[in-house]
């Protein structure tokens, strides 16, 4: 037993997920495939492989990940959020278990990731390094309330691994132009939403 649990939200991923299962399957104590109502073979590739699989209607970036916090029977005391177009290297594999088999002080922890490009690493161009919190002890992180690019809010001390994830999507150049170009749409949604809360809250402050 790892004492850790992987969690990977999802929606016609049947392309890359059996690569994001395959970094995991063997050492994870649970991984649990959230899909968002799939229409290709995404569930059966999950359940084929012996992961968990949870249908929730796609709820948003930041809340279908903490719905699946709050709804999912998680037991064990670590946890990991995997996208389906990224896998778990070797060498963060050991740490993971190595950290969640004893006392540590931090809550969580940044993890690095190589992004693929045309086959080849991005080490460049703001691509690398690129770090987020995906590793966590069970209650002390959820993610913050955002469209897009959300981040993990952490109750404690966040430390750094040096193993990677590597993030590659095999799906063609077409639908990741479309992919970008939907998360630079939501990026300028949330960016005036916090502009529309910031006027307000100046105006409620001084003419409230």
């Excluded at 790892?2 to 016609?12: A, G, L, M, R």
């Excluded at 279908?64 to 389906?84: G, S, V, Y």
Aim: charge should be negative; proline fraction near 2%; hydrophobic fraction near 40%.
């Amino acid at each position: 037993m790892s004492n850790i649990e992987v969690i990977i939200p999802v929606k016609n991923e049947e392309i890359n997920l059996p690569f994001a299962l395959a970094s995991v399957m063997k050492w994870a104590d649970r991984v649990w495939v959230v899909d968002s109502e799939s229409t290709d073979k995404t569930c059966a590739i999950a359940k084929e492989a012996g992961a968990e699989v949870v249908v929730q209607p796609w709820l948003g970036y930041a809340k279908q990940k903490n719905w699946a916090l709050d709804n999912l029977d998680l037991k064990a005391n670590w946890i990991f959020f995997l996208d389906a177009d990224e896998a778990i290297l070797p060498e963060l594999r050991d740490e993971l278990v190595d950290i969640a088999s004893r006392d540590v002080n931090e809550s969580a922890f940044n993890i690095n990731r190589y992004f693929i490009f045309l086959g080849k690493r991005i080490r460049h161009c703001g691509y690398y390094p690129s770090w987020n919190v995906r590793f966590f002890k069970r209650g002390k992180a959820r993610y913050e309330e955002r469209e897009v690019h959300e981040h993990m809010v952490v109750d404690g001390k966040t430390g750094s691994l040096s193993g990677h994830m590597e993030h590659n999507d095999r799906r063609g150049l077409e639908l990741y132009m479309a992919k970008h170009n939907h998360y630079s749409t939501l990026e300028a949604k949330e960016i005036l939403r916090q502009a529309i809360t910031k006027d307000e809250t100046i105006d409620a402050k001084f003419f409230g």
